[in-house]
């Protein structure tokens, strides 16, 4: 049994600590916050999702507290006129062997934390805020801002997109700001019109904008999220915003989607920020998950989905003693940088898709309304119905070829 130390007690850092558990370890989850908790409002899990949270024992506990979608719905902002559907009912799931849900994410974290706090082989401590680690081939150490130390055969790295162990591991700065402000809000379903109370993700795309929402909390609110590409410079988190002035940000938006905005009252938004794809993110006993790893614009809703399959991958793989560690590590890092790195570049490529003006839209409107279902499907199958996680890819980086120039280019 080794002791693994993880930072960060989010979605990933919880999810962590269950896989290396279910590998006989012994897990010590530290994280900043004075208590364990996850902020914000719902979150899309794609099969593979599910699946990797199926890995964790957790399938029926997810499944139970999600709402499971109809459709991926694609709207013409502007027109108001339907555009494109990827219907997600029997053919999806047989195919995808999981449902496309959505849920709360304090619902998320709270299954994740009490299967933690169930476990003998995990430790919690809140109020530990890491500022780096050190190694000396034996073992790591993250240090702590209290001058603490804690000690382990390994340390993982799970604290985010400003990543304290990325910081010395990586060290490639702030993260990148993406120009696009998001501005997020819930309404209670009962306020909603009955016409527009739809079982769906649903995009309204315009010129530069679009909303994205869909049902949570049992179908009780809905989660309305509206990006601006305005090319914000400054990293904005959680900053309060009239409804006034959210109206008149996507003021280009028809009547049907500025009718659902108008219920919006407590709107708050955010800059998005994101990184480039890295080739290393592991240094000797340490290394990075979930968003400390690969953080992504959440336009594709895979950056939890993509932090949950890090954990299992990396419990499979810690199927081991203390001294082999290190490589164990790599392995995982060799497995999981080019599906993660794709990802990260498509999340950024997926703009393109909803934020077109005039004949631009009216092609891209031209070219969804053609797929068939089943094509649409298609198009996803690499992402939603990856069950192996990319454990099928180079497990080492002996011998293996440089990976695509694209994809690890910076943009
Ligand atoms: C608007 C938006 C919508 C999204 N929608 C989706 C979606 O639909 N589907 C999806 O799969 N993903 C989605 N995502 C992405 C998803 O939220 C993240 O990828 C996921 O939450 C990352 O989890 P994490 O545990 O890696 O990091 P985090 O959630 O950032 O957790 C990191 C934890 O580490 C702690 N921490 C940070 N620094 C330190 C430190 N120095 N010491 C100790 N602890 C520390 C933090 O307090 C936090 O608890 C969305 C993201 C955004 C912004």
Redo the contacts with the bound molecule.
Sequence with gaps: MSKIVI???????LAAALSVARRGHHAVV????DRFA?I?A????APN?IHALERLGLGDGIRDRAVHMDELRFMDGVTGRYVAGMPLGESYVQRFGNPYVVVH?ADLHTLLLDACLASDAIELHSG????GYEQDGRQATVLLADGGRFTGDAVIG???????VRRRLVGDGDPRISGIT?Y?AIVPMERVPEELRWNSVAWWAGPKCHLVHYPIAGGTYLNL?ASHDNGAREALAGVPVTGERVMDVFSALGEDARRLMRLGDDWRS?V?VDRDPVEYWTDGRVTL????AH??L?YV???????LEDAVVLGDLLDCGPDEIPQRLEKYNAARRDRTARIQLLARRSIELWHPVGEAAERRNALLASYAPSELHDVVAWMHGNTDFGASAPTSFEGVARPRPEVFRPQ
């Design positions: 930072v960060g007690g989010g979605i990933g850092g530290l994280e900043q916050a996850e914000g719902g979150i899309q899990l999702g994410r530990k805020v890491a500022t799970a604290d985010g997109i400003r990543s304290a998001v997020r999220a955010w998005l998950l979930g968003d400390a953080p992504m959440h809703a895979q950056g939890a989905c993509q932090g």
